[in-house]
């Protein structure tokens, strides 16, 4: 099986759709480099979540995919100079509050952190 789309965006799309997990978060990371995607992998399957592939905002597909969801939150890797603000209020609006909803994980130790703690037998 193959699952793609016109670019990695709406290829994170496709794969998100197709696996349609029952999380109610989301997570977002650049698509123009892989590391936060790659290190937030992690704390996506612990959470159930999608990683969608954003570059300057998120597209009427995704922003259509992720209102059918009703969303109760969302997680950001990277910091804002891959993951602008715009980003940031478009899930707001998405989730129905500003920044309450949303938590943003500026830093891979953080995501490892916060995906696995210490003490947790795996």
């Given amino acids: ?3 793609a789309g016109a670019d990695r965006y709406a290829t ?3 794969v998100a759709q197709y696996f349609n997990l029952s999380g109610q978060n989301v997570c ?3 698509g123009n480099n892989f590391p936060d995607a790659l290190a937030g992998s992690v704390y996506a399957a612990n959470h159930n979540a999608p990683i969608i592939l954003a570059d300057g905002s998120l597209s009427d597909q995704v922003m259509n995919y992720l209102n059918a969801k009703k969303l109760t939150g969302a997680t950001i890797f990277g910091g804002e100079a891959v993951v602008s603000k715009d980003i940031e209020q478009q899930l707001g609006q998405l989730i129905g509050h500003y920044l309450e909803g949303i938590i943003c994980r500026r830093k891979n130790i ?3 952190y916060y995906a696995i703690p210490i003490g947790r037998k795996s």
């Fill in 28 to 30: 977002i990371a650049t």
């Fill in 1 to 3: 099986m193959r699952i």
């Fill in 12 to 14: 994170s799309l496709a």
């Fill in 110 to 112: 953080m995501i490892l």
